[in-house]
């Protein structure tokens, strides 16, 4: 079966609207925090964005060798020309990397995406990052999630997210789980200056078939 289109929201596929949206929510914080306390990126790892969007996350990282796809050839052709000297962008759909020719990758970045992605789709590309991994590498994600515990007013900005696959830590961990040895979840309300709630998932030891 085909993949399903990604939904998308008119002016937010204009990326420097994207990326001021995402800064007035805070969005650089988050990023900032997510690769302080769990990517913790190294200077001369390889880095493999998933869904890279503008590049955004690219100022904030060390001297990696970077690789970022996107299936938008706007946010492509954005992240080029912001951060085309510190890494390479590339179009491609993370729901069907299986035979693209990528290399090994250290650690693998994937922000805000599996929440755009149904079940199987998301597997995939768990799957795909298993396999691009270099020996004692990790597949890092961070995404919107559902919490009993979620601020109430969180609801309000989940109802608009573009992703319609907003899950429990549960929900995403499963997805990961048959990929990985190891899968650790951790879910936060505290990362964004507005009421929200994120999962981030820590995945190592991929098992391949
Ligand atoms: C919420 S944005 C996050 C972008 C970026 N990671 C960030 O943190 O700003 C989700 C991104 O996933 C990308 N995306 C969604 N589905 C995709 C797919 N199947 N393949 C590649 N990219 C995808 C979208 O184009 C968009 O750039």
Redesign the pocket.
Known sequence: MS?QP?RTRGWLDIAPVYSLI?NLLG?KAV?RRFLDDYVRPVPGERVL??????G??VGLLPAVHYVG????PR?VRAARRRYGSHGRFQQ????TLAGEELGRFDVILS???MH??GDD?ASQMAAAAAGLLAPGGRFVTLDPGRSPEAPRAAGWLLARD??HMIRTADGYRRLAAPHFGSVNSQVHHDLARVPYTHVVLICSEPTLP
């Open positions: 993949p990604v995402q969005a990023r964005d998933l869904g890279c969007g503008p955004d996350i796809l996107d299936l938008s946010y491609a759909d993370v729901r922000v805000g995406v755009h992605l789709e573009r992703g």
